[in-house]
């Protein structure tokens, strides 16, 4: 089988069109899941019952000319797996029984065993892969070292962070314990999702954008860094595309692309033409158009589609996305207004 | 009287230590505040009475050495004025009865008269200069028209102003009319602070960042220059130095500089040192440090506030504040803390 055009482009080999698939794709803009997680009872029995992680990960491929699966999931098991104990409260997003709270807390925590506190994880990417039969390629993901910590220590969603924050200027050794067995983690989380058959790793470090230069650097690029270094040292995930996606970092795509990884997330502040300049024939780019945009008109979604294709231009390495997820409001219509316009408008 | 060295840093003149204010440096973190607030029923009844506004104005002036008092207000009175019914509602934030649904809607509006429907902020203006007696300068404040308009069409506070982008993708002369009544509104509404005694003006581009590189440029930099060439061609206003703000916005510094205003706001997710080599001596900056420092001790406070002087540098032209306004969870005293610490490592 030759490879799939998604694969492709982030290895930054030549396609027939680009390559499109959507944050979030999985998710409660689409009726079909509300269904699902109707009837699973809870956001967290969705995720953590193989069976149906399966079923709403596959439901945008039925709808949309997808190019990629991604993985059902949250980006908290790797904390839930540590026995923080996460759990949702409607309205509120993930909390956590048990945050850290201290230094002794975090010194104790490990990495959890793969094979049994995250088997779900795994069972779901085998289930989905054999359900897919080599459509299209199934994306694993994580959240970043730095993400994660923020919502261990904050013990649920922030606007501040500050608590994680408070940590990183008051006791930075103890952070850095802590990112570092999150890294540990995160590497053996990916390397489970490789084994189990994803065939495309993304790491999201959707709270990056909110360190200041010298912090984003220290405390999430380096582990971002070790990630990339790992994986691309191990036989078994080394040919597999990385994408590191930091939300609102724009200002740090060079040290991202010098990461080692294969691919960046750009989200829609940053024109893609600059994006590639500045990180040149390193890495691949995914990205970006303004979420808000799948909100327009179909004649305007197109539009704006063709507008970032141009942006991006010509020459290989370009995954079209959104610049972050899906919101809940958008018209599965539109959806599929937009895929079909990268490919129209993608095409070689 | 020597003027004070809150304008002189403005104006990028020799100062003899940085001055230092905080963005919502009068509110709920403040015991005081609360008080007030309580005692004034709502949050509008206390922006729309001049005496209350007046009275938590002045409120941080007792407890810290701040260099600047700033207007107690909402940023959107103008809106209020024009007939669109502001409220509050308890842990969702603004509202209006009235939002900007069509086309219709927006072309009847029309700038409000400052001498009737917006009377009491400049009766407020007139009290606090009154009570001040020339201990600091008052700083009067706008929003701006595009962050205006997001909360004018949306109806309210929201994480992706949809609504506001679907105008701009669909129909983008109507929202253009509404910049431009905004921006009109705008200008006379600082131009009656600044009769009415305000002696620096600053406009809050709060949402500017959620908008990608050509949007940005064309639907809120357009207008934050229509607003500074309009206030330095009028002798009433030319000499009061115009801070421009646009949060989450670092990639057009040089454009905003351009724009003919005597300052820029800085958030903290951009070195002090890159935001001065890109504007060069066009424009003082007022930044940067992030708000979440305030959260973590005094030792740490002040390590953090003197690596912002040290990053700014040597030279003329910055007046210290957070990157963002300050959250309510924050403890006083740490305030102090800051305040103090500027002064002492700011000293020439």
Redesign the interface.
């Known amino acids: 089988m030759t490879e799939h055009r998604f694969l492709r482009a982030l290895k930054r080999e030549p396609v027939d069109t680009t390559p499109v698939w959507i944050m979030r794709q999985a998710g409660r803009y689409l009726p079909e899941y509300r269904a699902t997680r109707e009837r699973a009872g809870s956001f967290l029995a969705l995720a953590k019952t193989p069976e149906l992680a399966c079923e709403v990960t596959l439901q945008p491929l039925a709808r949309f000319d997808l190019d990629a699966a991604i993985l059902f999931s949250d980006i908290l098991t790797i904390p839930d797996a540590m026995g923080l104990g996460l759990h949702f409260i409607d309205g509120e997003g993930p909390k956590f029984h048990h945050p850290l709270r201290s230094r002794e807390a975090i010194m104790k925590l490990g990495v959890p065993d793969m094979e049994t506190d995250l088997r779900y994880v795994t069972d779901a990417v085998r289930l989905i892969r054999r359900e897919l039969a080599g459509r299209v390629p199934l994306i694993g993901f994580s959240g970043s070292p730095w993400t994660l910590a923020c919502y261990m220590i904050e013990g649920g969603g922030s606007?501040?962070?500050?608590?994680a924050?408070?940590l990183m200027?008051?006791d930075p050794a103890t952070l850095h314990h802590l990112l570092e067995v999150n890294a540990g983690a995160v590497i053996a989380y990916l390397s489970a999702q490789a084994a189990a058959g994803a065939q495309a790793l993304m790491v999201f470090d959707t709270w990056g954008?909110m360190?200041?230069?010298?912090p984003f650097i220290e405390f999430s690029q380096r582990y971002l860094g070790m990630i990339a270094q790992a994986l691309k040292a191990d036989p078994l995930t080394r040919e597999i595309p990385l994408i590191l996606f930091s939300k609102?970092?724009?200002?740090h795509l060079e040290g991202l692309a010098d990461s080692g990884c294969d691919a960046l997330g750009v989200d829609?502040?940053?024109?893609l033409a600059?994006a590639r300049a500045r990180v040149g024939s390193r890495v691949a780019l995914q990205g970006n158009l303004?979420?808000?945009?799948?909100?327009?008109?179909p004649?305007?979604?197109r539009?704006?589609v063709k507008a970032t294709l141009d942006d991006f231009g010509k020459g290989n390495g370009h995954v079209f996305n959104l610049g972050h997820g899906i919101?809940p409001?958008i018209d599965p219509a539109h959806v599929a207004v937009l895929v079909d316009a990268v490919h129209e408008f993608g095409r070689r």
């Open positions: 606007s501040s962070f500050s608590s924050k408070a200027w008051e954008g360190l200041g230069p010298d609102g970092a724009n200002g829609w502040t940053i024109r600059e303004d979420p808000a945009t799948l909100a327009a008109n004649q305007a979604i539009a704006a919101t409001d």
